[in-house]
Structure formats: C-alpha cells, structure tokens
C-alpha cells in the first residue's frame, strides 16, 4: 500500500470517532471544567483592583526614581529640551479643557503687549481709567520727529488717564503709558473702599466713597502741557545739551475739591449708615448721576452737586447691590439671582426676567457697541447674549456653551469681543482673563434669520456648521494675583487694560490689539447705483423711441393719402386732353 492510500485508510478510521466527540462531547472535558477554578463576581474585582493598584504603585515608584534623577540634573542621555521639559513648572493637566469649543484658538501673547508696570509706595485699593479728551502736546521743531522731513508730527492724542486711590485717601493718575501725572489727597477720615470716575469726555472728575458712607468729587482738569514765551526763549538761547519735550509728562492735570455726600438709611425714625457694596458715576440725556447700592437691596441716586434725588428698593436678595455697569445711558444692576436695569430719569427700577437665565448672576454688562444688548454671565460660567430693546421682555440671541468661562469676577466688552477676568485660586497663576468673540453673533443672525421672525437660542453645537468657526475662546492668559482691573475702549488706538496686584503695591498697564474682523465689501454695492442709472435710461429712451413710431405712423398715413389723390387726378388727365375742344393747359383752369 502507497503512502497516500494509508492516509486514506487513517481518515475513514478517525471521522467516526471525531463526529462523535464533536456531537457527543469529548468525556475529558468535563473533568477540566470541574478543575477549573471558580470564584465569585465580587471577589474576582477585588482581585482585578489589588493587581491594579500594584501596577499604580510599581509606575508611582518609577515616577519617583525618575524625578528624583531629573532634579540632581543627571539626564545625561535625554536632550536638553526633553531634561527642561520634566523639570519646568506646567499647568495642572487635570485643570486642561479638552473640549474643542473651550480651547483657545491663538496665543495671548498675540494680541496682549505688557507697556509698564508701576511701583506704588502706598496700599492701592482701585483703579480706573478716566476719558479725556485727545489732547496734543505742543511741537517743538528742533526736536519733534517727521516722516516726511517737512511738518514734524507730534505724539498719539491721549484719551485717557489711570486713577488710582490708595486706602489712606491718595489719589495718583498716570498717563496710558505709565508717567505720572498728578496726585491729592481726598481727605477721606475713613478707608476708601470704592472710585468713580466721569462716564463721559465733556468734563473729568474723581468721586472717591469710604466705608462710613462719606463721597467726596474733585474736579480734575487736563490740559496738553505748553511753554511760557520766556521758557521757550530761554531753552533757545541756552547752550546746554537739549533733550526732548516729550520725554516728561505731555499733560498738566489739576484737581480741586466740588462736592461731598453722605449716604445714610432710616430705620424706625433712626438714621443709620448702611454698608456700601456699590458705588459708580452715569449719566442719562446729558446729566450726571452718583449711583450707591448697598447690603439691604436699596439704590440711592444723588445729582453731580451732591443732592440727594431718590432711594429705591432695588432688591431684597441677600446681600443687597453687587455691582454696577454703566454704558450709554444704560445702567445695570446684578443682585445675586436678580438684574435689571435702573431708569435714573423715572427713577425706577425694572428687574428683569429671563426663562432660560437660571441661578445667581455672576456679573452683567451692555455690549460696547449695541447699547441694547446685555451680555450675562451665570455662576455656572456661561455666558448670555440677550435682547433688552424691550425691558418688559428678555429674549436671548445666543448661549456660548455652558462653563466656558470659569469663576467671573469681572466683565468688560470691546469691539467685538468679550474680556472676563477669571478667579479660579488655583496655582502660582490663580487668575486669568478670558476673550470671547461676539462678532459673528450678528452675522450668523442676518444669514439665518427669518425676516419677523424670533432668533431662538443656540449653540455651536446646533449652529450650522458654515457659521460655526473652531472655538469659543480666542485667548486666554494666566495671571498672578489681581485685586481690581480696569478697561478702557479707545477708538484708533489698542484698548487699555490695567491690573492691581493682589498686595496693592504694583499696577500692570497692557495694551490690547485686537480688532473686530470685518467681511470684505461686495463688489456688487459699488455697481448698484450705475444700474439704476442705466435702468432709468433705458426706460427714457424706450418712451422716447415709442412716442417717435407713433407719430411717424401718423404722418406716413397722411403723406400715403396725398399721394394717392394725386395719382388719380394724373389717370384722369389724359381723358380730359383727348375730349374735343379740349387743350394741353386744361388743368389750369
């Protein structure tokens, strides 16, 4: 027999016997299931957690021996950008957002430039930008620059300039780009806790209120800073080494006392001082009000002469006004789980209600540019785009996703964006300030919205994704401690932000370059107004061209009429020579 037949042989012999293992099941089998070991569910995850945790703490001892190798500094055999990486201090990983729509889209340091930091000697405990006027310095033209070689070109227009009021009742200003300016003393007996400044560039003053109750306003004057005719003969004719005018300070500024106030509550026939929790200068139509909220929810309004116009309920939310914000004749409270808006001609005070607008309000302002939307913030960090045109209604335009923003204590709008200063109090940097872009807001509502039509609220998750751009967040930028900002908008120029340390001793003025991206005009607006005028031309030259027709019609019709006339009396002429006694010259007669 072959090889390949005893294969053959070997295959009908075993086939039997598989089949009938496979049907029947193997007998061996049973007895390896019998001795397989057993145990219950619970036990079996304790046992899966005690190999876990030992597989922790082999990777925790790892950990150790390789942080403790990377601080005697002996990564020989790792690059050096590897050896920085393990030993430089970093964010928590844990405190990182993954989600997409959180995540900044570009760096801060684009768009955020530090200019200077100011030392102070006492214990600063506000700040706040003052407008001024755009005010130039005088030229001098041995000195001042030119870019053509012509006309010398004198320095930027100043807009603004920093206040800052220590506890003690010194008041200092600087200019944008950290000189000092001016100081006084407000003559408070009691430490100042609050500042105010003028909302407006007609006039500047400084309203200063201390933890008795007590306000105080000085008028401020800033003029560009000029020289006699003596001092300027004087500098000409001098011999020494001359330096430029505009190494100093380019403003005087001086301060005079014009008002006090006294904020007080009865209580039973008694009158009492009540703790002040708020306190800002506004104005409405043209007029200046002083704005002071208190612990028990009530709003007292005085005039810019410091008389007392009316006290109002405002709130019975405990722990009274937090804050307010003042924007174009506008001007907001928040009081824990209420906001609204304070009427300082009616003197009332409208509270306003918002379905969808839940929990305490961490802070609430008016966009910079539509005076009638409020942009809200909630405790849970989640910003609010809402419609106040109406005040008895509240609609919401748009939610940015929930917890965007984290631990607001402070907000400010710019054009186009949305700045929040952030207190988590976690880390060397516990603070941080936050962008958000509100730009495409408006664009998304004019591509989406129905002519009439509410816009319901949404978020990028159920925008479409045409308007949809990456991320929520343009920047964010870690801080040390802060314990006040400031916010200034300046039309050509960056906007201004200042920060106070924590300890009061140091002031921070940054400059913030970031503008509002804009669509690219249509090229079709500029070809509107030639297609009307060539529509209208052609209409003037259709109604030209139709009244000629007519009329040359009509006159065809009548030439068409002689004529013919005239051919019949030409058919009669020959009859009329042949009769007898007729002659050539008939047609005479």
């Not at 930008?129 to 320095?155: E, I, W, Y």
């Not at 807001?441 to 509410?454: A, E, F, L, S």
Request: with cysteine; net charge neutral; charged share 25%.
């Amino acid at each position: 027999m072959c090889w390949g037949s005893s294969h053959a042989y070997l295959a009908v012999l075993i086939w039997p016997s598989f089949l009938w293992i496979t049907s029947e099941g193997w007998p061996g089998a049973h007895w390896l299931e019998v001795m397989r070991p057993r145990d219950d569910l619970l036990s079996q995850e304790v046992r899966h957690l005690q190999d876990y945790i030992q597989l922790c703490e082999d990777r925790m001892e790892l950990l150790r021996g390789l942080k403790k190798v990377a601080s005697s500094s002996q990564l020989t055999g790792l690059p050096g950008s590897h050896a920085r990486a393990l030993q430089e201090k970093m964010p928590r990983m844990a405190e990182i957002d993954n989600d997409e729509n959180k995540l900044p889209t570009s760096s801060a340091d684009d768009y955020l430039i530090s200019k200077r930091i100011i030392l102070q000697d006492g214990v600063v405990s506000k700040i706040l930008f003052m407008p001024v006027k755009g005010l130039r310095a005088p030229v001098d033209p041995k000195t001042a620059s030119s870019t053509d070689g012509g006309t010398p070109v004198p320095p930027a227009a100043s807009t603004a300039v920093l206040v800052a009021v220590t506890e003690d009742g010194k008041a200092s200003m600087y200019s944008p780009s950290g000189e000092f300016l001016h100081s006084f003393w407000t003559g408070h007996d009691q430490p100042v806790t609050f500042l105010a400044v003028s909302p407006s560039v007609d006039e500047q003053f400084v309203a200063t209120a201390d933890s008795s109750g007590n306000i105080r306003v000085h008028n401020v004057k800033v003029r560009a800073k000029k020289f006699s005719e003596a001092q300027k003969e004087e500098r000409q004719s001098s011999l020494d080494e001359k330096t430029s005018l505009f190494l100093g300070p380019q403003l005087n500024v001086s301060s005079r006392l014009n008002a006090t106030m006294r904020v007080f509550n009865t209580s039973e026939g008694e009158l009492y001082n009540p703790k002040m929790t708020a306190f800002i200068a506004s104005q409405k139509n043209g007029r200046r009000f002083f704005v002071v909220g208190d612990e028990k929810g009530k709003i007292t309004v005085f005039t810019r002469d410091g008389t007392l116009r009316a006290k109002l309920d405002a709130t019975a939310a405990p722990g009274g006004i937090q804050s307010f914000h003042t924007q174009t004749n506008y001007l907001i409270y928040t009081a824990g789980l209420d906001w609204g808006f304070v009427d300082l001609d009616r003197l009332q005070v409208a509270r306003e209600y918002c379905p969808m607008v839940e929990g305490r309000i961490a802070a609430a302002i008016t966009d910079s540019h539509l005076h009638w939307r409020a942009i809200v913030v909630d405790e849970d960090g989640t910003p609010w785009v809402l419609n106040v045109k109406n005040k008895s209604d509240c609609r919401v335009d748009f939610m940015f996703p929930r917890g965007v923003m984290r631990h607001v204590v402070g907000l400010a709008s710019t054009r186009g964006f949305v700045l929040g200063l952030e207190n988590h109090g976690v880390g060397t940097l516990p603070m941080s300030v936050i962008a958000l872009n509100v730009s495409h807001i408006v664009d998304w509502q004019q591509g989406r919205r129905r002519p009439g039509g509410p816009v319901q609220p949404h978020t990028y998750a159920g925008a479409p994704s045409l308007h949809r751009p990456t991320s929520h967040v343009v920047w964010r930028k870690p801080l040390a401690a802060s314990r006040d900002w400031a916010v200034h908008k300046r039309s050509t120029e960056g906007d201004l932000l200042a920060f106070l340390s924590k300890d009061g001793r140091s002031i921070e003025i940054m400059e913030l370059l970031m503008t509002k991206y804009t669509l690219p005009p249509d090229e079709t607006q500029n070809m509107k107004f030639p297609s009307i005028i060539g529509a209208m031309l052609l209409v003037l030259g259709y109604q030209y061209w139709k009244q000629k027709s007519k009329t040359g019609d009509e006159g065809l019709t009548s030439l068409g009429a002689q004529e013919l006339s005239e051919r019949q009396q030409r058919q009669q002429r020959p009859a009329h020579r042949n009769r007898p006694g007729g002659s050539l010259y008939d047609d005479d007669y």
